[in-house]
């Protein structure tokens, strides 16, 4: 069994022939450890993909634990980040011994997610943390976004055209424009990395267009965690609000996608397909009914 760049550890602690040895000598753990130390949702796939293979071979993991990941991110770099962001709710059943095929995460590939089986399984493991949704409600209140009546645009650019071909930001905009044709009294909730991506929406549709402030954005190539982790300021802080943010994209009626870990994560945290146009990882979309 080979896990995505993460460990798992089982170890039965103080039972059997190590009764009555020192537990801290001898912990009992059943924990999944990611390893990897990219992106931050870059690091989250991994652990998604992960869960899968140990769910297939009838595992699930108590903890979750990233103290041997997320480095560029940690000015503790041995620090436990899982708990920032996420909590486990073990209440949740998930399905054991289920063969999949894992996704991959800079591809487009729609017929592969099954989310009657990921639904649980981002539940259990992947419900946020307090501080997250505390976050995620004030950006919801702050902004008045009401989630049946908004179109969400989620533009990554910044360093992302090195990994797949992008399709430009006004694309974008087309099916944005289109979608409002249908649904004229829709708010457009922007969420992207690229200050310059921000002006030509708001140049278009005015204020129609919401955008947190919260979210830095970039005129630059260089990816937001980098600029962050040059000028020394918490990456940890900043990941909080960006998942916040993310949730709240994820949340909306109409989601306007581009291809990559961060766009897994919002179909994961959306858990269906419903109202998604998601350009592909060759810079196209499948426009359907908007054709």
Request: proline share 4%; glycine share 6%.
């Amino acid at each position: 069994m080979k896990l995505r760049n993460c460990r798992y550890v089982l170890a039965t602690g103080t039972t059997g022939r190590y009764a009555g040895c020192d537990v801290l000598a001898h912990p009992e753990m059943n924990q999944l450890d990611c390893l990897w130390n990219s992106g931050f949702y870059s690091n989250q796939s991994q652990v998604f993909l992960s869960l899968l293979i140990l769910l297939s071979h009838g595992i699930i993991p108590e903890t979750i634990c990233y103290a041997l990941g997320f480095r560029r991110l940690k000015k503790d770099p041995n620090r436990d980040v899982y708990h920032d962001f996420y909590r486990m709710d073990p209440n949740v059943e998930v399905q054991l011994l289920k063969t999949v095929t894992l996704p991959d995460e800079n591809r487009k590939q729609f017929d592969l997610y099954d989310f009657e089986y990921y639904n649980p399984i981002v539940k259990r493991f992947f419900t946020p943390s307090d501080v997250v949704l505390e976050r995620k409600n004030m950006l919801m209140d702050k902004y008045e976004i009401d989630p049946d009546k908004t179109i969400s645009v989620l533009y990554r650019g910044t360093d992302k055209g090195t990994e797949l071909a992008l399709a430009h930001p006004q694309d974008y905009l087309i099916v944005t424009q289109r979608l409002l044709q249908k649904n004229p009294d829709f708010k457009v909730l922007l969420q992207t990395d690229q200050t310059q991506v921000i002006q030509m929406f708001v140049e278009a549709l005015g204020d129609k267009v919401v955008f947190f402030e919260e979210t830095p954005s970039t005129t630059s190539n260089s990816v937001i965690w980098n600029l962050m982790e040059k000028n020394g300021a918490d990456s940890i802080e900043w990941s909080q609000w960006f998942d916040a943010a993310l949730r709240c994209v994820s949340d909306c009626r109409y989601m306007i996608n581009h291809t990559g870990n961060v766009a897994f994560f919002a179909n994961l945290y959306r858990g269906s397909l419903d109202g998604v146009y998601q350009f592909n990882e060759l810079g196209a979309i499948d426009l359907g009914d908007l054709g």
